[in-house]
């Protein structure tokens, strides 16, 4: 691979124009193509990011020898089968969240891409933010006790457009998928895997869900109660309960830039780390050195908390009674 890391962006639509920004950011790591199905939007986005090249199909950049890594930013559906196609073709992959819309679906692309040795992780750029990353050290030296408890909310309010991606079910809409996965995530990287799911909540006409809670259990007692909507608005805030004091993580804690210690008997400490550029650079710049140095995996999101929260997610949808599913279609 070439000392530069040469990334292409599949599906450019607003969260990509937000990351391919960061690029500036990130030494060695250089954007140089996009793909579209529709070639004129693929050609706009190129021309207004300063890319080489654009292409109209999907088909085409995974093709595109000039390319080391892709970014996938296309409708949760359609990670899947363009993630398949992908490793098979040999790139390296940092896939948007949520990774895929079916825990099956993540399984099968991540044991494809263990077994050829491809790079892949997911896009979660909450793990790579600075405040957050001081936060992973603070609990593991003990600085709250042991952790016994995870909170966290994340909720917007949309207006139902049932012509929306947010509330479209073909295109992996409603909360879980789309906000829920912050939630989830940012519980497991905590607390680990939990042993049950317990989810209430309820659905748009769509057939998608509007509003869930999520209590996350584990065996030795610990809990994580979860809360995402696109039906009313939340402050987006998480705390972390220990044995010896908890930590928040201030609004909007899926890219926050200041956390607060509470430690049992002395004054709150605030801590403030803001993220370079608008947040996305941290991931890519982890993906760019895991590229590097030859990993497969990144040992910050490995592949087995991404299936971990997949499978969270799949068992919240299932009790809501949600059923996604893959569109294999993407590259026709």
């Not at 093709?63 to 559906?77: C, E, G, M, R, W």
């Not at 012509?163 to 295109?171: G, Q, T």
Request: glycine content about 10%; aromatic content about 6%.
């Amino acid at each position: 691979m070439s000392e530069e890391i040469r990334w292409g962006v599949v599906g450019p639509g607003r969260i990509a124009e937000n990351v391919v920004a960061d690029f500036s950011q990130v030494p060695g790591a250089r954007p140089v193509a996009v793909a579209s199905r529709s070639a004129d939007r693929a050609a706009a986005f190129a021309q207004r990011h300063g890319l080489e090249r654009s292409h109209g199909s999907y088909a085409e950049i995974l093709a595109d020898p000039d390319v080391d890594v892709l970014y996938v930013a296309t409708p949760h559906p359609q990670h899947h089968a363009v993630a398949l196609a992908a490793i098979d073709a040999g790139k390296a992959l940092l896939v948007e969240k949520s990774f895929t819309a079916t825990t099956e679906g993540a399984r099968e692309v991540v044991e494809r891409a263990r077994d050829r040795g491809v790079f892949v992780m997911e896009a979660m750029w909450t793990r790579f933010q600075p405040a957050v990353v001081r936060l992973r050290e603070l609990v593991a030296d003990g600085a709250i006790g042991e952790v016994r408890s995870v909170q966290a909310d994340l909720g917007v309010a949309r207006d139902y457009d049932p012509a929306d991606r947010l509330f479209a079910h073909e295109l992996g809409g409603g909360a879980l998928l789309d906000v829920g996965v912050y939630v989830v995530s940012f519980a497991q990287m905590v607390l680990g895997d939990p042993d049950t799911v317990t989810a209430t909540g309820s659905l748009f006409p769509t057939g998608v869900d509007a509003e869930a809670a999520l209590l996350l259990g584990y065996a030795d007692g610990r809990s994580a109660t979860l809360t995402t909507s696109l039906r009313y608005p939340t402050p987006g805030q998480a705390r972390v309960f220990g044995t010896a004091g908890w930590i928040d993580v201030l609004p909007r804690f899926h890219h926050p830039r200041t956390i607060v210690l509470h430690r049992a008997g002395a004054d709150p400490e605030e801590i403030t780390l803001p993220p370079s550029g608008t947040g996305y650079s941290h991931e890519l710049a982890e993906v760019t050195e895991c590229l590097r140095a030859g990993r497969t995996e990144s040992a910050v999101m490995p592949l087995a908390d991404t299936l971990a929260v997949q499978s969270v997610l799949g068992r919240a949808a299932d009790q809501l009674g949600v059923a996604f599913r893959e569109d294999p279609h993407v590259l026709a």
